[in-house]
């Protein structure tokens, strides 16, 4: 009994699968064809590395909620470059793009769906779209053929999976001419001695040639790429081939469950063969795919390891809830960082700082916030997340908080003119070491005055406005055991 209700819910598990069907499946044999014949008399250069720019479309729903994480595209860049870098592709991030649309988030088949996915391409960067859900049960992700700026040419993948070597790598691969090492046998659901016949006949259940053992049709049977293995689709959840297909000769298959075009799930590594590589340069460097080859050089500085927060303490209280300033350490190499909140009864917050730190003002009062954060640049983005910590926020507005350390402080002329300077002027009462940092409206730091000493009593310094653009800005004081907050309002 146990054996058969293990069985049963095993078979009830939907197939993973990826989402290129027959028809598309043509299109991309047609594409690669044609790219080798384009690319005959090419010449390669060796060791030069091809930066390929990506845009990663979060998708929310068209109401905003639910959207996929930056994480998502993180992992799947990760990933890509592990896996494609012996070819020379380095990808990077050309930019995160955060689109409202209930129709691809939850069925980026449907006509609607593909339809707002054609309004949303920009063609010069390839165009990975996050999603929450897919039209049909068990996709993981698919590329949509034609290739070029005239066709269509984009990746959808499940948020869930963008760090897997048979979704990202693989829709890739699809991206750039591969097709599956079983092509020809994708409506079928996979070879069974029952329905398809052992040995096999010439055809395959969707009309492609049967691919041969001993290699004699390889260049038109199958996938159309010779040194990848016979393959009449033996899909599997634990990285192994226990069958006994034989092809139209009646010679035993030794599929190759490790390439990244097959379908065989759980392996620890996968690889592309060598008439693979050669196909997707030839797809990289044919015209259709120019606008993937921008000529630009990324920043490569490797950013490894994650910060560390510095402040808030742990559990601290920030009595001002519409200005949460947070700071950690410094990483090597990263110019960018995300900061993931969380806190009870919300969606998981997002914001990506530019420097080491931030102003945060669109925080709810009083609730607890548990909060990470993780640095990276547009082409590394394998760092890990700092740990958590929790700090609270209060309920007051930032103008109405008071410090110990200071008795009153002001910011003076307020509104002020670009290219003018002001003056911080503020009454301690005790000498006091203060720094001076000044935010924009969504939070980036736009100026920071190192800590200074303070007199006991009036002081006053003079901070220039010179790097500042029209608009209003928060001016934080922070002395050791706190810190207050202001708007100042920079006039052209
Ligand atoms: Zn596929």
Same mark, same amino acid.
């Given at each position: 009994m146990f054996a058969i209700a293990l069985f049963a819910a095993a078979n009830a598990k939907a197939q993973h699968k990826c989402g290129v069907t027959a028809e598309a499946g043509k299109q991309i044999m047609e594409q690669m064809l044609e790219n080798r014949n384009e690319m005959r008399d090419f010449v390669f250069t060796r060791g030069a590395i091809t930066y390929v720019p990506i845009r990663f479309f979060l998708v929310a729903k068209s109401d905003g909620t639910g959207r996929t994480s930056e994480r998502a595209g993180f992992q799947a860049l990760c990933l890509l470059n592990q896996n494609y870098l012996d070819q020379d592709i380095q990808f990077y991030i050309k930019e995160f793009k955060y689109i409202n649309s209930t129709s691809i988030y %939850? /069925?980026?088949?449907s006509f609607s769906g593909s339809n707002a996915i054609k309004n949303q391409m920009i063609y010069n960067a390839l165009n990975i779209f996050f999603v929450k859900?897919?039209?049909?049960?068990?996709?993981?992700g698919y590329y949509q053929p034609p290739a070029g700026p005239q066709g269509n040419d984009w990746i959808v993948a499940l948020e869930n999976y963008a760090g897997q070597d048979l979704v990202i790598t693989h829709e890739v691969g699809h991206f750039f001419s591969l097709n599956h090492t079983?092509?020809?046998?994708?409506?079928?659901?996979g070879w069974s001695e029952a329905v398809?016949?052992?040995?096999?006949?010439?055809?395959?259940?969707?009309?492609v040639p049967n691919e041969r053992v001993n290699m004699s049709n390889c260049t038109v049977?199958?996938?159309?790429?010779?040194?990848?293995a016979a393959d009449y689709m033996f899909p %599997? /959840?634990?990285?192994s081939y226990t069958q006994n297909a034989k092809d139209p000769n009646g010679q035993l298959l030794t599929p190759?469950?490790?390439?990244?075009?097959?379908?065989?799930?759980?392996?620890t590594s996968y690889n592309f063969s060598n008439g693979q590589k050669s196909a997707i340069s030839n797809s990289l460097f044919s015209n259709s795919r120019n606008?993937?080859?921008?000529n630009y050089s990324p920043n490569l500085s490797p950013v490894t390891g994650s910060p560390t927060i510095i402040?808030?303490?742990?559990?601290?209280?920030?009595?001002t809830y519409n200005a949460v300033p947070l700071e950690w350490t410094a990483l090597p190499g990263a110019d960018k960082y995300l900061i993931e909140l969380t806190t009870a009864g919300q969606e998981t917050a997002r914001v990506i700082a530019n420097s080491n730190s931030i102003v945060l003002t669109n925080l709810l009062p009083n609730k607890s916030y548990l909060w990470k954060v993780m640095g990276f640049n547009e082409s590394s983005t394998c760092g890990g997340f700092s740990g958590q910590r929790i700090f609270k926020t209060g309920g007051?507005?930032?103008?109405t908080f008071t410090v110990p350390d200071v008795a009153k402080w002001s910011i003076a002329p307020n509104p002020v003119k670009a290219g003018a300077s002001f003056f911080v002027n503020m009454e301690a009462t005790e000498a006091v070491k203060a720094s001076i940092s000044i935010h924009s409206?969504?939070?980036?730091?736009?100026q920071e005055f190192p800590q200074t000493d303070f007199n006991a009593g009036e002081n006053s310094i003079e901070l220039s406005t010179n790097d500042l653009t029209a608009g209003i800005y928060f001016v934080t004081l922070r002395t050791k055991n706190d810190f207050q907050t202001k708007r100042i309002s920079v006039l052209h």
């Open positions: %939850s /069925n980026p088949t859900e897919m039209s049909e049960e068990g996709v993981l079983f092509y020809g046998w994708e409506s079928s659901g398809h016949g052992n040995p096999v006949g010439n055809m395959s259940p969707d009309n049977a199958g996938d159309g790429i010779c040194d990848t %599997s /959840n634990n990285c190759d469950i490790h390439n990244f075009m097959n379908y065989v799930y759980s392996c606008y993937v080859r921008p402040s808030p303490q742990q559990s601290e209280t920030i009595a007051l507005l930032s103008d409206m969504t939070g980036q730091l736009v």
